[in-house]
């Protein structure tokens, strides 16, 4: 691992509000190309993280460097893709309109997206099954279309790594898979992908890295390696083991 | 018609304008009661740059009072940031603070100062062609025509530079974060424009009504799109109409100019919270009856779809076996004969072929919500619509 380049690199990194720490001291390195899945219990800060990584909240100690230089000077290399309740969905604009916005940053201020940025998007849309939904208001889409258009959003930043605030809540089995499929497809073209996830069932047939996350890193690594009851308890603080088998 | 006439009328129009571009991102950004703080709490401001300037139209003054409702916005984030109140008890806070002190700034001097609390108030449309603009002793026209066009003219230039930002900061300030367009550079853009076409259009219209130029015409354009660019459109057509026909209101009854615009907005939006289209209160209900009657629909079909004996399909039986009212009962049993997709035979109800497979279709689309099983029936059926 160590000849591998690190995608996000996460040092001493303190957050709080209201001088309340909800991250504590982190240290944090994500290798180039991984699937990772962020796990922790509500309230363990793993939105917080991303939203970190990203500069929306500015911490209060420690950095964050996105291949080797701070964020604000690499944002057009990370996708985000926000929790589905982050938004109004009634927002007055279409399906399209939502993915168009993924070109926004590479257009930067003041430019206009033009054919080539709808290009981009209309071919997101496609690779996540929603073309046939672009013109469709955005509240007469299900919860699952919705997280699709916010994936197809972040396809359209065309970045290298994408971070990702619980992509699967919400949505039914067959988007479930098909957003999954996605992911794969992500990492198989070299990309790092980065995903707050809740449901610890799926964690090894969907991630090849994890990080368990409570206020402070409990552990993080290849799921093979590290995805064992001992963290899970040490994360989430009960017997895990006990707790599934009743 | 007068020149003055001609004036008012204008003015009104480009108030009206200059108001319903930031309302719209204010509805949209559920921040209206931020209008109505911004536009109470410039007084102090006003006072304080009409004590400089002596005069209401000066740049000068329309910048120092626009400050203070930028002012108040900050001051509002601030104790909301403290965690200890909510928004709406932040603004109920600051803003009467800030008015109150704006009136007894004017009480104290109202000797010396021509400024009173109702024109601040109500505003007085038809005294703008009073003051006028004169250069080397040329008539240039009104002065507020004048700094409302200028306002205007500044809003939809940043309207038309900007909009990519303001549509992706409003919608996802997260995301317009990370892409780096800055969510707080638009939030206090806004707000200063907001400030700003306040300040000027107070003068015409007064504090209060400002506030209905701003969140009305956005708030009925919202029931009638489902489109930003349309949303925008609409609403300075609302607010333009409303001003114009608010001011011959006005002159038939021979009433507050200001007033009378503000009650037009009113019925305006009335009207269209009943009449909309889609979301308007009358096709609501509509949609909400004709669902209703189509789930009953659907419910029977499965009933005759699921029992094969002929008891449980006889006529009589019917409604005793689903338990519904006469009534409901035949208005059912007459739109599923009606649709073909149920046929009588000695008082026995069975299914048509067409019934049959619209039975099986709706089965699969209530189970597994995929749209394309249902795309033929949806011209019948409201239900399917989405």
Redesign the interface.
């Known amino acids: 691992m160590d000849n591998q380049k690190l995608a996000v690199q996460i040092d001493d990194l303190t957050v709080a509000y209201?001088y309340k720490p909800v991250l504590w001291d982190i240290d944090l390195s994500v290798p180039e190309g991984v699937l990772m899945a962020i796990v922790g219990p509500n309230g363990a800060g793993k939105s917080t993280l991303i939203?970190t990584i990203?500069?929306?909240i500015k911490p209060i100690a420690g950095s964050v460097s996105i291949y080797g230089k701070p964020y604000?000077k690499q944002?057009k290399m990370?996708a985000?893709v926000?929790q589905k309740g982050?938004?109004?969905w009634d927002?007055?604009?279409?399906a399209l309109d939502?993915v168009m916005?993924g070109t926004?940053?590479s257009?930067?201020?003041?430019k206009?997206?033009g054919q080539k940025e709808k290009k981009i998007a209309l071919e997101s849309m496609e690779k996540v099954g929603m073309l046939a939904f672009k013109n469709r208001?955005i509240?007469?889409l299900?919860g699952g279309q919705q997280q699709r258009v916010f994936l197809a959003?972040a396809l359209a930043?065309d970045a290298a790594i994408y971070l990702m605030d619980e992509p699967f809540q919400g949505v039914?089995a067959?988007t479930e898979i098909a957003i999954i499929n996605i992911l794969k497809e992500l990492r198989k073209a070299g990309k790092t992908v980065v995903v707050v996830h809740h449901d610890l069932q799926t964690v090894p047939e969907y991630f090849d890295w994890v990080t368990f996350l409570n206020v402070k890193k409990i552990a993080t690594g290849p799921v093979k390696e590290i995805f064992n009851d001992d963290n899970l308890t040490k994360t989430y603080g009960i017997n895990y083991k006990v707790a599934v088998n009743k | 018609m007068s020149n003055p006439q001609i004036e008012i009328q204008l003015i009104a129009a480009l108030v009206a304008m200059a108001c319903a571009i930031p309302g719209v991102f204010l509805v949209?950004r559920?921040m209206a009661l931020i209008s109505d703080a911004i536009s109470h709490a410039i007084l102090p401001g006003i006072v304080i740059g009409f004590f400089i300037t002596q005069d209401l139209n000066s740049p000068l003054l329309i910048l120092l009072a626009a400050l203070t409702g930028v002012i108040t916005v900050v001051l509002v984030e601030f104790i909301q940031k403290t965690?200890l109140v909510k928004e709406d008890t932040a603004i109920g806070l600051v803003f009467p603070v800030l008015f109150s002190i704006g009136v007894i700034l004017i009480a104290k001097n109202a000797n010396d100062v021509h400024l009173d609390i109702d024109a601040v108030l109500l505003g007085e449309l038809a005294f703008a062609p009073f003051d006028r603009l004169m250069v080397r002793g040329t008539d240039w026209g009104p002065k507020s025509l004048w700094v409302m066009g200028s306002i205007l003219l500044i809003t939809i230039s940043l309207l038309l530079?900007?909009?990519?930002?303001l549509?992706?900061s409003?919608?996802?300030a997260?995301?317009s974060?990370?892409?780096?367009?800055s969510p707080v550079i638009m939030h206090y853009g806004l707000m200063s424009i907001s400030s700003i076409t306040v300040v000027g259009a107070f003068d015409a219209v007064g504090a209060i009504l400002v506030v209905a130029l701003m969140i009305a015409p956005a708030a009925t354009a919202?029931l009638l799109?489902?489109?930003?660019k349309?949303?925008i459109g609409l609403s300075l057509l609302f607010g333009v109409s409303s001003a114009i026909s608010g001011y011959w209101l006005a002159n038939i009854l021979d009433a507050s100019i200001s007033g009378s615009i503000a009650t037009t907005l009113g019925v305006l939006f009335l009207a269209v919270y009943l009449f909309a289209p889609k979301k308007g209160l009358i096709s609501v209900l509509y949609r909400q009856k004709q669902q209703k009657i189509e789930v009953s629909l659907i419910t029977f079909l499965l009933h005759l779809n699921r029992h094969e004996e002929e008891s449980e399909r006889h006529i009589n039986h019917l409604q005793e076996h689903i338990n519904w009212h006469e009534v409901r009962a035949r208005t059912v049993l007459n739109l599923a004969e009606k649709n073909n997709l149920v046929e009588i035979k000695n008082n026995v109800v069975s299914l048509t072929e067409k019934g049959l497979t619209f039975t099986e279709k709706s089965l699969e689309y209530i189970i597994?919500?995929k749209d394309e099983k249902i795309e033929p029936m949806k011209e019948d059926f409201f239900l399917f619509r989405?």
């Open positions: 209201n939203k990203l500069g929306i604000s944002r990370v985000y926000p982050s938004v109004d927002f007055p604009t279409t939502v916005m926004y940053g257009l930067g201020w003041i206009r997206p208001q509240s007469q299900s959003r930043q039914d067959t | 949209l559920k965690g530079l900007f909009f990519k930002e549509k992706v409003t919608f996802d997260g995301l974060s990370a892409i780096g367009i919202y799109t489902e489109d930003l349309k949303m597994n919500n989405g």
